[in-house]
C-alpha cells in the first residue's frame, strides 16, 4: 500500500473527513499497477476487453479531476486561500496525465498489443509523480479545512459524478484494499459488494484475466 503521507498504513491513517480523497488516490495507483501488470500478457484478441476497462477508468479520472477544479478547489479558498496558487499549478500538471492517458487509449484501440508496454509504462510514471505531488500540496491544506466544510464539499463533488462512475465508484473503492472506517455508509458500502459488486467484478475480466 503506497501513499505519500499514510506511509503504507492505508487511508485510516488520514483524519476521518479525508479518507475518500486518500482511497481515491490509493485505489487509482492500484489500477495503474494492474495496467502494468497486464500489459505484457495482452494479445490483439484482448485488447477490446481491456479498453472497455481503461474507458471505466479514465471516466474515474476526468470526474475525479473535474470536480476538483470545479468544486474542491473554489470551495477550500475560503478557508486556505493559499489553495489557489497551488491549485492553479496541479490544474497545469494534469497535462501530462491527460496526454499519457490519451496515448494508452489510442494504444488500446490500436490493435496492436506489441504497441502498448511503453504508453502503459509512461501513464503509470506519470500518474504516481501527480498523485505524490498533489498530496504533498493538498493534504497539509485539507487538514486545517473544518470536517463539515469538506464533508460537504465530497458530497457535491460525488453528486456530480456522471451514472457510469457512480454505478461502479462503492466496489472501485473497497476493491482489494483496506476499509477505513467513514469511507463510506453501510448501505452503499453493501451495495457496492452485492448489486453493483457483481457487475464491477466482470468489468475487471479484461484487466485481471488478460487475453
Known amino acids: 500500500m503506497d501513499g505519500l503521507l499514510w506511509g503504507g498504513k492505508g487511508a485510516d491513517a488520514l ?3 479525508l479518507r475518500g480523497f486518500g482511497q481515491t488516490h490509493l485505489a487509482l495507483r492500484r489500477d495503474s499497477r494492474r ?3 497486464a500489459a505484457p500478457l495482452l494479445t490483439s484478441a484482448g485488447l477490446p476487453r ?6 471505466q477508468l479514465r471516466a474515474i479520472v476526468d470526474w475525479h479531476h473535474q470536480t476538483e477544479d470545479e468544486i474542491l478547489w473554489p470551495g477550500l479558498n475560503e478557508y486556505v486561500p493559499e489553495i489557489a496558487a497551488g491549485s492553479h499549478r496541479m490544474v497545469q500538471d494534469r497535462v501530462a496525465p491527460d496526454d499519457s492517458m490519451f496515448r494508452v487509449t489510442k494504444a488500446l484501440e490500436g490493435g496492436r498489443a506489441e504497441l502498448i508496454g511503453g504508453p502503459v509504462d509512461t501513464f503509470d510514471t506519470v500518474l504516481h509523480r501527480h498523485l505524490h505531488e498533489e498530496e504533498a500540496l493538498t493534504f497539509p491544506v485539507f487538514a ?8 460537504a464539499l465530497e458530497r457535491r463533488v460525488l ?3 456522471p451514472f457510469r ?3 461502479v465508484l462503492p466496489p ?3 476493491d482489494e484494499l483496506p476499509q477505513p472506517a467513514g469511507l463510506m455508509p453501510g448501505p452503499v458500502r453493501l451495495a457496492g459488494r ?3 459488486g457483481g457487475a464491477y467484478r466482470r468489468s475487471l475480466t479484461g484487466i485481471l484475466e488478460p487475453q
Request: charged fraction near 20%; proline fraction near 6%.
Open 165 to 167: 462512475v457512480k454505478r
Open 159 to 161: 453528486a456530480a459524478a
Open 15 to 17: 483524519p476521518r473527513h
Open 35 to 37: 495496467l502494468v501488470a
Open 172 to 174: 472501485w473503492l473497497l
Open 144 to 151: 486545517r479545512v473544518p470536517a463539515d466544510v469538506f464533508a
Open 194 to 196: 452485492t448489486l453493483l
Open 50 to 55: 481491456a479498453a472497455e476497462w481503461w474507458q
